[in-house]
């Protein structure tokens, strides 16, 4: 039985989770498995395409495709990091199975605080992003309930809401669900509305599904962990996205997630019946 990881704030859990980003605290700071030399043996098993990395001199908006790469292996990359300018991230770490432990370890914790919005943790992933001094992540969202927990140096991680369509459309959401690039457009006027959160080891932060994000690392190299899960909430929220992307194809003005539970429930039914046809005309 290993000592618990989460400083937990159960009402922060219970009122907040899923619904708005707030702060948490963590004891993972000194974990074995979280120190640069643990996670640069990591990089050389894990399969290259589970290693994302590029250089790391950013601006906040990033057209994907045209990401720089920053010429080096993932080894270089990992020992040079002090210096390299780059920003990287071990994709799916629990496929070690220690680094599964951890995850699972992690998500017990917060699994009796969320159970009321999310029964089952599942589709359990953990990431670990490395990155330069002053490496910038282009605005972006993600489609997990996910809780990023800094581990060495500093990091600024300014965090928008869903809610808001000046930060991020339903139509943009819509596109994520059906596959489209993680990054997002950003102009100067968004700044103001984002929600600024400054992490030092031991801090950590919940991002809700789809919120829009971008990362700022301080003056020296950084180490996060990413643990991420998904949920009913999550699985229902993403089939109704892209069965609104194809009514809004079709001239129709969807009704977003959430607002309608007896439309979400159609279309999770939808959903379902449309991947299975697509899995078999394959
Ligand atoms: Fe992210």
Known sequence: MSASHFVIDAADLA????REAFAVRHRLTDHPLLQLPRLIELGRVLPESSVEYNLADLPLEQD?????????????????IEDCKS????????????????LDECLEEIAPHVRRMSPQLEQREAFVFVSSPEAVTPYHCDPEHNF?????????MTIFDRRD?????????????SGAHRNLPFTDDMAPLGRPFSMSPGDG???PMYCPHWVRV??????????TFRSQVSVRRDAALRVNAR????????????????????????DRALSRMERAAK
């Open 15 to 18: 009122g907040k989770f899923e």
């Open 64 to 80: 994907y495709l045209a990401t720089p790469r920053n010429g080096l292996t993932i080894d270089q990359t990992m020992r040079q």
């Open 148 to 156: 990023l927990l800094q581990i060495r140096g500093d990091k600024l």
């Open 165 to 177: 369509p000046r930060a991020i459309s339903e139509r943009q959401m819509e596109d994520m669900a």
């Open 87 to 102: 920003w990287m991230v071990l994709k799916n770490v629990e496929r070690d199975p220690s680094y599964k432990a951890l």
């Open 247 to 270: 009514l809004r194809k079709l001239g129709i003005n969807p009704v977003p997630p959430t607002e309608s539970p007896w439309r979400d429930q159609v279309k999770h039914a939808v």
């Open 205 to 207: 932060v919940h991002v």
């Open 218 to 227: 301080g003056q020296a190299v950084s180490i996060s962990l990413s643990v």
